[in-house]
């Protein structure tokens, strides 16, 4: 009779682990699903004080998105100051798809990353790079600080 108990146990929890585990795949990929589709996009301008002070780096912006897919607030959560404003800025700019049969507020974060290269490229090879689904790589010439004698 033990045996049966122990057993019956063990195959009961082994159910409700495997029911749990499917329940969670199941809510991640329909939250996969519900990610907005971008409509249309916008990359940050490199602030000038950023290039002056050799500002590099990532910044998140959490958005809210309303059922008709304008953003309606964007507040930086990480990266650097000199660099934040601008990404507000662009992220404010992003339209997204039309919210189906729902009137919710929408959430997406938003990653923009700011580079530097020490090739001197110019400006037409030098475009932002859009990443799906909510990622922009822009890239700007480091400024070239030159020095004179006085003699």
């Known amino acids: 009779m033990r045996i049966f108990r122990c057993t019956l146990l063990v195959m009961v929890s082994f159910t409700i682990g495997l029911l749990a585990v499917s329940m969670f795949v199941a809510h991640s990929q329909s939250k996969?699903?519900?990610?907005p589709k971008v409509i249309s996009a916008a990359?940050?301008?490199f602030p000038a004080i950023a290039l002056a002070a050799r500002t590099l780096g990532e910044v998140v912006v959490e958005i809210k998105i309303d059922a008709a897919g304008n953003v309606t607030s964007a507040r930086a959560m990480a990266g650097p100051p000199l660099l934040r404003k601008a990404s507000e800025i662009a992220a404010r700019r992003w339209k997204f798809a039309v919210a189906e049969g729902s009137?919710?507020?929408?959430?997406?974060r938003l990653t923009f990353v700011f580079r530097a290269t020490e090739?001197?490229?110019?400006?037409t090879e030098i475009t932002p790079v859009f990443v799906p689904p909510y990622k922009v790589e822009v890239t700007h010439n480091t400024p070239r600080i030159e020095t004179y004698s006085i003699q």
Request: net charge negative; proline share 11%; hydrophobic share 40%.
């Open 119 to 123: 090739k001197d490229l110019p400006e």
């Open 32 to 35: 996969i699903a519900e990610q």
């Open 103 to 108: 009137s919710d507020a929408r959430t997406v």
């Open 43 to 45: 990359a940050p301008i």
